[in-house]
Each structure stands twice: as C-alpha cells, then as structure tokens.
C-alpha cells in the first residue's frame, strides 16, 4: 500500500474514539451496538451498523492487562495498608482477596473491549479489508 492511502486508513478511524467505546462496551464503529452478548462472549457483529466482530483476536491481552493494572492498584495499596494499619493478616488478605476479585470482574470486559477497538481502528484481522481494484 503507498503511503497516501496507508495515512487515510490510519486518519479515518482514530485510535482512542474507538478505544473509549471499546472500553464502553459499546460497537468501535457507531459506539451505539453492543459489543458483547454476555459477559465475554463478542457478538458476531453490531446490530445497529451491521459492523462484523467475528474476526478479531484479543486472546489473552485482556487477561495479562486485567492482572497488571489489578496488580499496580492493589500492590503500593496492601504495602501501605500493611506498613501504617498493621491489620490482623487474616483480614487483611481477605479484604485485598475481594478487592483482587471484583476489580479483575470490572476489568476484564472492559478492556477486552478496548483490544477489540484497537483492532478495529487499525484494521486488523480482518476488520475492514481494503480490496485492491
């Protein structure tokens, strides 16, 4: 591809938009669709736009995300917690236990989602093939 035509594919779907609605659950294309039809589960396509999901390839990228932002939240938080609090280590692990879990529960679509839009904005696996001719 020449360079002309790679810097409108990269100008007409900006990155962060696409991301954002991502993030938001919501289709990277009109921001209106869902983009999941459960918890993790990626529809086939938008509803609204008509804008195919069925191709892309978050895999494990949400997860390794999920676990590092979880990780740097929590972690300065339980030293600070342990160094000026000293808690009963009992209670402590059992509060930063819950607090691991159901950041990792709010995290995880919604960075799934943020992938996906990265994906879309860029035009990867098959999110908006440009055909030559």
């Known amino acids: 591809m020449s360079q002309a035509i790679t810097a409108t594919l990269a100008d007409d779907r900006p990155m962060w938009p696409a991301m ?20 993790l589960k990626v529809n086939a396509g938008c509803a609204e ?24 939240i929590l972690g300065p938080l339980l030293y600070v917690a342990f160094t000026k609090f000293r808690p009963d280590p009992l209670m402590l692990s059992l509060i930063f236990s819950v607090a691991a879990i159901a950041m990792s529960l709010y995290f995880l679509p919604r960075l799934k989602g943020a992938l996906i839009g990265i994906q879309w904005s860029r035009r990867m696996h098959g999110f908006g093939r440009v055909t030559a001719g």
């Open 49 to 72: 736009c008509g804008e195919e999901f069925h191709h892309h390839r978050a895999d494990d990228g949400p997860a390794y995300l999920t676990i590092v932002l979880v990780g740097k």
């Open 20 to 39: 954002k609605k991502g993030y938001l659950r919501r289709c990277p294309h009109c921001g209106e669709g869902s983009l999941f039809d459960g918890y």
